[in-house]
């Protein structure tokens, strides 16, 4: 579709604190999925060039029985993944950050949904943009075909497709990717959304399992992308240069996207490569404007208009229809089920890509921008292409017609044909869509890699060869499905390679579901208003030189330096003290100090000391150093620096938004056994 692991700890090892620092180490290669994932690729690829036909005939009958006998699933699944992503935005869950309750995003607003904005893009939009709404126009699932009604119902079907139901597949997984990798700290693996419902087993055979699934579903998921890509640019390629159209120029594009994948691995280009797809959004977003501009622009406006009032008015529908009393089972596997299937199999590699970029986001701001954003591209771009493409048709041009319905692209060059600069507008739309086909190959080579690797950071990616390997293993599965059948054999696979972890998906909102609930019941979350319970005060001294004090505290704006002594000859032994009591009590608790980054994610160094104790939910009471600007009062700073230093308070999922920066050591020490309190009350509820 569309978009630009590693065990999780075991339950005697604390949670690496939010924000510290790790050492880089190469990632290791999680074995059992990548052997497992790479047999089952090649023995498909391998048997589908050998017996091209029996492939072809088995592919078509197992198909039939998918779409048969889990139709409905499918239909079913999208809309309950939608309506639950939706809940959890607009819930009481809606506060909850992607990351610790003291983040805050990485990116601006701005540049959150340029990136969300350009994951909307991709070849298979181009290519289907012309080929589904000629397709809807001539021959509907319902109804005749060549009508007026049959007309405004083809742009709104292929917006259906391409529309927020198959985001919300993938805000499920961004979510769950983030969640449980930037609050839960653990790895960024479709197997850790699972944890809360198989516990430890995850880090077994249970877990490859739902990596190797992950895996297939991706790299047919992406060979379907490849494909349409590598037939989309051959016809574009020889309507400029005459290049024939046929096997051999589609294995040298495939070959292309291997070789720049290996670039990308062996070199470092990634970045080189980012920027093209930047650039690729503004040309995208010119060749649109075009067309809107230099045609009937007044129509194409009044057709916009047109599709999203009918597209709101059916959504409820369309979403579960299954047409049960209509002969239309063909066209359901080949139109709605196809899609469905296509997004599940894209849900973790896009999931991933979002989950990257919102970091310290809300479950709020995600939700509401994954599903407009990319989904305002999608109407803009469907409702120019597809509308002039049905105006074309139902001006007469039956050759168009014809041309529009092969499934190869012809049709979305053959209207470019129709406005001014046409060979400049056709060179452009293929450079478009060749960067759009490399970054695919390349990002899915990247996630395939890194759900067979044992990542260690978030932010780590899986060793070069692995990226190698999987771009080449989807580029032979790619030639391999072109061969049996073209793009027609790609979607049968999809849908069913896709089953397996659409199954898999339903236990990630189970599990998802569980980890929120339990997480919105932390003594230590984040309030719906955004405020943290105080501090509280066990020891109470009524005496004229305690209040005093606490007014000199208050107003004492120390500097790092200061800030840093303090942590580590007050605060320190006040923690070891707690920790050797707990230990001699049976409860093992160990102090650790370091330097983490600061909680407003500008990386810059700080000193942090820590109390933790084991366990699957530990318990964490955590000091650092957070540079913070100097109060004013009545317009003026009220110290002499526009900077001081806090001792802030962290909690199990993020900062608590209070100093205690000048308590004495049994103050510190009875606001830990506080914390710790409220935490024993906690698990005793759960």
Known sequence: MTATDSAAPAPATPPEPAGSRRTSRAPATRWPVFIASLTGVLVIALWAIVAPDNANEVITDITGHVTGAFGWFYILLTTVVLVFVIYLGLSRFGHIRLGPDHSRPEFSTFAWASMLFAAGIGTDVM?????????????????????????????????????????????????????????????????????????????????????????????????????????????????????????GAQIALVVLAVAMATVSATTGVDKGIRFLSQLNVILALGLAAWVLFTGRT??????????????????????????????????????????????????SFVGLFLARISR??????????????????????????????????????????????????????????????????????????????????????????????????????????????????????????????????????????????????????????????????????????????????????????????????????????????????????????????????????EVVSGVGTEPDGDHEPAEYVEIHTPGEHPFVYRVQVHRSPVPTYGGRMISDRDQYARLEVHGPTGGLDYDVMGYRASQVIHDCLDRYERHLEFLRQS
């Not at 057709?303 to 579960?320: C, E, I, L, Y």
């Not at 299954?322 to 997004?343: I, K, Q, V």
């Not at 049996?484 to 069913?496: E, M, N, R, S």
């Open 127 to 247: 290519f289907y943009s012309v080929v589904e709404p000629v397709s809807q126009y001539v021959a509907p699932p319902v109804g005749e075909g060549e009508t007026v009604d049959a007309a405004r119902e083809a742009t709104v079907w292929t917006l259906f497709h391409y529309g927020v139901s198959g985001w919300g597949l993938y805000v499920l997984m961004g979510l769950a990717l983030a969640f449980f990798a930037y609050r839960r700290h653990l790895p960024l693996a479709v197997r850790s959304a699972l944890q809360p419902i198989f516990g430890k087993r995850v880090d077994g055979v249970l877990g490859h399992a739902v990596d190797t699934a992950t895996v297939l579903g991706t790299i047919f998921g992406v060979a379907t992308s490849l494909g349409i890509g590598v037939v989309f640019l051959n016809i574009g390629l020889n309507m400029l240069f005459d290049v024939a159209v046929g096997t």
């Open 298 to 347: 007044q129509f194409l406006l009044e057709s916009v208009v047109m599709n999203v009032g009918d597209f709101t008015q059916s959504f409820a529908a369309r979403t579960m229809e299954t047409f049960a009393f209509t002969d239309a089972a063909e066209w359901e596997s080949y139109w709605t089920l196809f899609f469905w299937a296509w997004w599940v199999a894209w849900a």
């Open 360 to 589: 310290g986001r809300t479950i709020r701001q995600f939700v509401l921008g994954a599903l407009t954003i990319p989904f305002a591209y999608i109407v803009m771009w469907i409702s120019i292409f597809g509308n002039a493409a049905l105006d074309r048709v139902r001006g007469g041009d039956a050759d168009f017609a014809a041309a529009a319905q092969e499934f190869d692209g012809r049709g979305f060059f053959q209207l470019l044909e129709g406005y001014p600069g046409a060979q400049a507008l056709i060179f452009l739309a293929v450079v478009i869509g060749l960067l759009f086909y490399v970054t695919s190959a390349d990002s899915g080579a990247l996630v395939m890699g890194n759900l067979c690797s044992v990542l260690r950071d978030v932010q780590q990616d899986c060793a070069p060869w692995q990226r190698i390997v999987w771009a080449s293993a989807t580029g032979l599965l790619t030639i391999a499905m072109l061969a049996v059948g073209g793009i027609p054999t790609l979607q049968y696979a999809t849908i069913i390679m896709g089953l397996p972890f659409a199954f898999v998906i339903v236990l990630v909102m189970v599990g998802l579901g569980k980890a929120l609930r339990f997480d919105d019941r932390r003594p230590t979350a984040v309030g719906p208003g955004g405020t943290v319970t105080a501090p509280a005060w066990s020891v109470v001294d009524d005496s004229k030189e305690a209040w005093r004090a606490r007014i000199a505290r208050a107003t004492n704006f120390v500097d790092v330096e200061d800030a840093t002594t303090y942590l580590h000859k007050v605060v320190e032994p006040a923690l070891r003290e707690v920790a050797a009591e707990l230990s001699n009590r049976g409860v093992p608790a």
